[in-house]
């Protein structure tokens, strides 16, 4: 092994190894037991907190943290954790335990819809806001302003969505009991930021204890460098100077002071840096009381007047108060929120529909590695260890950054595997075709990753450029799905180019391959695809028409699923017996209730983290008119434990509560995606244009359009409903669409600077007859995988798995007949000046690659 080949195994050896540590242990722990084995110097009195905690958890099973804390009692358990230092904590306990419980938690987090959370139902303080139209905009602005805060604490993928008319509903996946501590206290605070002008004869009239009508007198907390605290008194108006509150505030963060103490900087806006420059000229001498959610945080005099719309918050607090503080200035409610209740709840998809979704993973993972084992042989074999290494390295990456893993992600890593098959038959059909010319085994292979460089390249960049835009503008499954996507391609990029290139130099070097035998059964071929092109289009685009307006005109809202539209919420009691037994579960629930006629149904088991009881929530889209809104509700609440008990008689259902709920996919959701979209089109239109020709990325971009509003019709024509997975399968659309158009157009772009001879509708031919092979592997193995999720995933992800199957075929069929088509008629026939001129003899015979 010579020096180089040497580094780049270690290279390879050492980023397996760091993702491997990255993983470990990739599931949770339970932190009994954890607790148990981290102890030192044990005792009696130790050994009875964990027989006490132990026994707890019979009755209480999903509540270890609360276990132990009611096992521990006033104990002291500091001797027994000498690890962790405690001095400056003031509440050790609760310290120790929160540490062990990340210890504990497993390094693949998983979101709400794959293993339930901690939800959270909020009440907004109504009696701030002046009238009932400032009350109607307050809620959806209230779940706005949850959502970027919940984001900013790095929590992937929530649920936020009203609930009734002042509440929401806040579903957060598998938190540590501090991170739940952190959420609440992020959630609740309003963040109503004043400034209020300090009476001149504060002091005095306070000594005296005279009251000035207008004015309050608040708390001004200081502290000594020793540490120490004292309290000031101060006269504050009651009402902000001029209306000077938090809603000028552009942007907050954190800096520190001559001391090091942490501050919050604040900038306001033009009209709100007016304000304080009118106020500061005219009060110069006098102090300003910065007030926030009724706190005195500091009350600076005013030296002189302030020109440049920025200010800060000095105070009592430590670095992460103040980053929090920060954060929330940057995102304030407009009335505070009360919380009402917190219950533990299941995973949104169902235990059952989990367990079949990894049972379908797995199925089609083996069905792919199978296929490439016995197409390509050898080469398979290597495609298939790159592609282990590949998942390997991904879940590494993903847990080494905390992303938390949900069904769009999955989706992500979906197409990742499938550009990481698409890039080894790119290779491996060069490496057959440069073998077929002639070529040594170690030139074939040499040219063949050369030739298929720029190929998987711009495919791959075009990908990124999209799940990258996905990644910093999206929210929610949007986000989500960039994340995973970003990684994972630039992850297959290196297993694809490196790693599969290092086995065979490997065995090239130690002269162990000969040859490199291959099934071919996509033999050399000489089809005319041109030939149909035009009724092809025309049919096309008469089907999306036809589907779509199907799906408007006739479905209307009905093609929407509560997701996007909202509905019905109800929250049943049952027997608890029978859901222990297994009687009850969320697969058999939510058949009998989308039986009823109501669209696809939520269903999510709770418990009460004090008493640990289970209650199930059913949502479902709203039926009859807005007039009508309760008696429909109630009618439908009724149907629903009626059609439950009948099916499950011994569960004794029991409706405790009937709620209206908003949206899980509201506005800013939708929004963002469209924008974010709409953004990686653009990008992908200028990268394509820059790479190739102008009337290429034209035909790109349409191409795209073009599945996506043909797997819409067909969605549906086939009476489903669009929820929040169907938007992880058409961003999903969008990857696989781009990659399959680029393979042809390089082919095509590579013929045209090679002089081939011939007209541009001939060499447009002779390129898609040479990728054919390629074309039908690659979404063979795409559609085998996504199959086995079809056919066995069951659920939701049934829905997912549809809408990619029909991606799949319509984004192989619009690279032909679509993005080639177009770039065809763009030049009216005549070959683009992207190459040189044609080649003089006889025209190429079509090779496959």
Known sequence: MNRNSFWRWALVALLVAWALYELYPPAGRDLIEVFKRSAVRTDDTFSGIVTRAESLRQSNPDNAFGNLVEAIGTNDIRPYFPQFATSAELRPTAAILNRLQRQAAGQIKLGLDLQGGTS????????????????????????????????????????????????????????????????????QKAAFLEFRLVHPQSERLLAEGALVPGYEVLQLKHRSQEGGERLESILVKRRPERGLTGQYVTSAFVTRGNLGEPKISFTFDSRGASIFAEITRENVGNRLAIILDGELYSAPVIRTEILGGSGEISGSFDAREAQELAQILLNPLR????????????????????????????IGLVAVSVFMLVYYLLAGLIANAALALNVVILLGVMCAIDTTLTLPGIAGIVLTIGMAVDANVLIFERVREELAAGKSMRGAVTAGYEKAF???FDSNVTTLISSIILWKMGVGPVKGFGVTLTIGVAVSMFTALFITRLFFEFLLARNLLKSLPMLHLVRASKLDFMKVAVPAFIASWILIIAGNSYGIFVRGKDALSVD???????????????????????????????ALGRGASQVQFQRDITSANESLRITVRAGGGEAAAGAARTETSELVRSALTQTFPTAQFELLSVDKVGPTVGKQIAKTAVVAALLSLFGILVYVAFRYEFSFAIGAVIAILHDLLM????????????????????????????????????????DLKLGVRGTFREVMNTALNQTLSRTIITSGTVFLATLALYLFGGGVINDFAFAFLVGILTGTYSSIYIACFIVLRWHKGQRPAIGGSPAPGPGPVPVQA
Do not use: C, H
């Open 120 to 187: 959270f139902l909020m009440e907004m303080d109504t009696n701030r806001l002046a009238n009932a139209e400032e009350l109607q905009s307050a809620l959806p602005q209230a779940v706005e302003v949850l959502r970027r805060r919940v984001d900013v604490l790095g929590v992937s993928e929530p649920v936020i969505q009203p609930a009734g008319e002042n509440r929401i509903l806040v579903q957060l996946p598998g938190l540590s009991q501090s991170e739940k501590e952190e959420a609440l206290r992020n959630i």
């Open 564 to 594: 996007f539209v909202g509905g019905d919420s109800f929250t049943l009691a049952f027997d608890q017996s029978a859901r222990q037994r297994g009687e009850i579960e969320v697969d058999k629930i939510r058949a009998t209730v989308d």
């Open 711 to 750: 797997t819409s019709g067909w969605y549906f024509l086939a009476g489903r409903e669009f929820n929040a997975t169907t938007v992880a399968a058409f961003l999903t659309i969008i990857g696989f669409s781009i990659n399959d158009t680029i393979v042809i157009f390089d082919r095509v772009r590579e």
């Open 454 to 456: 720029s190929t998987i």
């Open 335 to 362: 009335a505070p929120l009360v919380l009402v209740e917190s219950r533990e709840v299941d995973p949104s998809l169902g235990r059952d529909s989990i367990a079949s979704g990894i049972k379908a993973v797995v």
